[in-house]
């Protein structure tokens, strides 16, 4: 596979996040070959650990294809981790943007450049009980579309068992050493969506399909079965209100009762 350049930043990062990768965890890599040679691309990137940033940003940099991540616009203002960001070519989201086609231009033209964009489709850390990929936002889809550039899944497991998600204390779980496992898949055939207009019922199916794909490279990581449904966070939550509604409702018809009854 030929190496592209890679730049000043992007190697100075590698000084600098490698070595602790390498002594701290062990590796377990597959599908690499399907990581483009030439050309712009899509990765769509499951999520869940603050540390798996890393542990895929490591497989993708010595595929010789780095990842310019989409990443909240806070962290380019100033400092080292300011200045990393935009001498790695990372591309800022501006999330007071409504305009989904504007906020995602700059990843169009990195991969029209020949450059990897990679997404995390789920938009924050899954909220899945048994850390399956959720429900995708539609941002990959759109770009996809726009691009037709080829969409690689990629599936990781193992940097949530050293920073679990959401857990009351951020921090390390070294030992014993754990491994990162990394796996990306072929391209998702995306070419009967192409030439459609990218309506919300397109673009969910589109988003539906690439975190399938996903998903499923994920059941191979973890050697189980996935859920035949992915976890709707909106769904849930809006359970859970309903729910809470309900109980409020219960614990107070014992008062009205009591209160009911003294007079």
Same mark, same amino acid.
């Given at each position: 596979?030929?190496?592209?350049?890679?730049?000043?930043?992007?190697?100075?990062?590698?000084?600098?996040?490698?070595?602790?990768?390498?002594?701290?965890?062990?590796?377990?890599?597959?599908?690499?070959?399907?990581?483009?040679?030439?050309?712009?691309?899509?990765?769509?990137?499951?999520?869940?650990?603050?540390?798996?940033?890393?542990?895929?940003?490591?497989?993708?940099?010595?595929?010789?294809?780095?990842?310019?991540?989409?990443? *909240?616009?806070?962290?380019?203002?100033?400092?080292?981790?300011?200045?990393?960001?935009?001498?790695?070519?990372?591309?800022?989201?501006?999330?007071?943007?409504?305009?989904?086609?504007?906020?995602?231009?700059?990843?169009?033209?990195?991969?029209?450049?020949?450059?990897?964009?990679?997404?995390?489709?789920?938009?924050?850390?899954?909220?899945?009980?048994?850390?399956?990929?959720?429900?995708? *936002?539609?941002?990959?889809?759109?770009?996809?579309?726009?691009?037709?550039?080829?969409?690689?899944?990629?599936?990781?497991?193992?940097?949530?068992?050293?920073?679990?998600?959401?857990?009351?204390? *951020?921090?390390?779980?070294?030992?014993?050493?754990?491994?990162?496992?990394?796996?990306?898949?072929?391209?998702?055939?995306?070419?009967?969506?192409?030439?459609?207009?990218?309506?919300?019922?397109?673009?969910?199916?589109?988003?539906?399909?690439?975190?399938?794909?996903?998903?499923?490279?994920?059941?191979?990581?973890?050697?189980?079965?996935?859920?035949?449904?992915?976890?709707?966070?909106?769904?849930?939550?809006?359970?859970?209100?309903?729910?809470?509604?309900?109980?409020?409702?219960?614990?107070?018809?014992?008062?009205?009762?009591?209160?009911?009854?003294?007079?």
């Amino acid at each position: 596979m030929s190496r592209h350049r890679i730049g000043f930043w992007y190697r100075l990062a590698a000084v600098i996040a490698k070595p602790p990768l390498v002594v701290l965890f062990k590796r377990d890599w597959q599908g690499m070959e399907h990581i483009p040679a030439e050309g712009g691309f899509i990765t769509a990137v499951n999520h869940n650990s603050y540390l798996d940033p890393l542990s895929y940003a490591h497989y993708q940099y010595n595929s010789g294809r780095v990842p310019r991540f989409l990443a *909240k616009s806070g962290l380019f203002k100033g400092g080292f981790v300011g200045a990393i960001m935009r001498g790695t070519g990372q591309i800022p989201v501006y999330r007071e943007s409504t305009d989904a086609a504007t906020a995602f231009r700059a990843a169009v033209d990195a991969i029209n450049r020949g450059e990897c964009v990679a997404f995390y489709p789920e938009g924050t850390l899954t909220r899945d009980p048994d850390m399956w990929p959720m429900q995708g *936002k539609t941002g990959a889809a759109r770009v996809a579309l726009l691009t037709k550039a080829p969409v690689i899944p990629v599936a990781q497991w193992g940097a949530n068992e050293a920073m679990p998600p959401y857990a009351k204390e *951020k921090k390390l779980r070294l030992f014993p050493r754990k491994t990162l496992r990394v796996k990306a898949g072929p391209p998702v055939d995306l070419a009967e969506f192409y030439g459609q207009e990218p309506t919300a019922e397109v673009l969910r199916a589109v988003t539906d399909r690439i975190m399938a794909s996903v998903t499923d490279i994920l059941a191979e990581v973890r050697d189980e079965p996935a859920p035949a449904e992915p976890y709707d966070h909106r769904k849930a939550r809006a359970e859970q209100r309903r729910k809470n509604q309900q109980m409020r409702r219960r614990d107070a018809k014992p008062g009205a009762t009591q209160e009911d009854e003294g007079k």
